[in-house]
């Protein structure tokens, strides 16, 4: 079984997405253009850090495969990016950028957003 198929299966058992979206994940995941969007690349995980600022405590910490990358931007909104530009980070990507791409500091929220990619 593939990593990208066990990454799923591991957030259904973890509550982060249902059956039925796990569902849509590996049969978009299988079919033959899901994975052309993103190349191989020797990059295996893009990881999304937001912490608090005042407290440094993490508020979100996802780590996403590198081959569902392009079945999830099938699923999120842009505009539920806050001002982060996911066909840019997927650009870099297939570009073969490597590390901290995304480094922002919203004093006004009071977050701090890394994307790192692995």
């Known amino acids: 079984m593939s990593q990208e198929k066990l990454q799923i299966l ?23 253009d899901a994975g052309a969007a993103i190349p191989k690349t020797s990059a295996q ?10 407290t440094a405590k993490p508020k979100v910490n996802v780590n996403l495969p590198i081959g569902l ?3 999830v931007t099938k699923f999120v909104k842009m505009e539920d990016m806050g001002g982060i530009n996911l066909n840019e980070i997927i650009r870099q990507i297939k570009e073969g950028a490597r590390g901290k791409i995304v480094d922002v500091q919203d004093e006004d ?9 692995e």
């Open 10 to 32: 591991k957030m259904v058992q973890e509550g982060k997405v249902t059956a039925d979206e796990a569902l849509k994940l590996i049969e978009a995941l299988e079919s033959s």
């Open 45 to 54: 995980w893009l990881r999304v850090r937001v912490t608090d600022s005042k």
């Open 69 to 71: 990358l392009s079945v």
């Open 109 to 117: 929220e009071g977050v701090h957003v890394e994307v790192v990619i």
